[in-house]
């Protein structure tokens, strides 16, 4: 299976560090974060990598990661020319992606947790981290063993259970993202794709386990450093 990480945002929250490096880039306990996602893809069973990056920030990634030697896993690129929405950044892989489904990660999460897409075949799966606070996240509300609505930091939500950045797709994905319109805020999202395949009744779910982090501000990124060096073996 094919695996795309998605690390073309700007980094707003973690200025002004990231006027001169991507967010990706800097260290998370002792390596910088985006190996963390890169090696995750590889025990989930990607055989190959895309990274989607912006044009600023693209030679700061050749330059350490190369083609992927270190990892044992082919790497390319591709480039966000805009910033237009998650959604818009997974339709960056199409021509990677070659009509074969797709793993996706987006950079900044961390999570300590083993995936597994062998086992993937057609539809979309999200994954799932039951929070305290999900208020602030997407969420999806469960029946049984059914996802029945998503929805994008409700107000009062109906689960516990937050949408991390970690999905798999099938080929229909590229399709469906081209359908979709702006949001409120211009951009096209990955909770407005998930909804699509929800709809379709073709979406599935995983719970992961152990602790998941999406490192997006100092704070962020220094709980769970810690929570790596605690656990480090």
Known sequence: MKGVIVSAGLGTRLRPITNIISKNLLPVYNKPMIYYGIETLKKAGVTELLLVVNKMDIDQYKTLIRNGEEFNIPITYTIQEEQKGTAHA???AEEFADGENIAVLFADNILEDD???RDFKEGARIHLKEVPNPEIFGIAEIKGNKII?????????KSNYCIIGVYAYDKDVFDH????KPSARGELEIT???RIYLNKCKLDYRIIKGF???AGTFDDMLTVSNLIKKNIK
């Open 90 to 92: 997974v339709g960056c």
């Open 115 to 117: 995936l597994n897409f």
């Open 149 to 157: 609505s998503l929805e994008e930091k409700p107000k009062n939500p």
């Open 177 to 180: 993202i081209k359908t979709l």
């Open 192 to 194: 407005d794709l998930n």
């Open 212 to 214: 998941w982090n999406d």
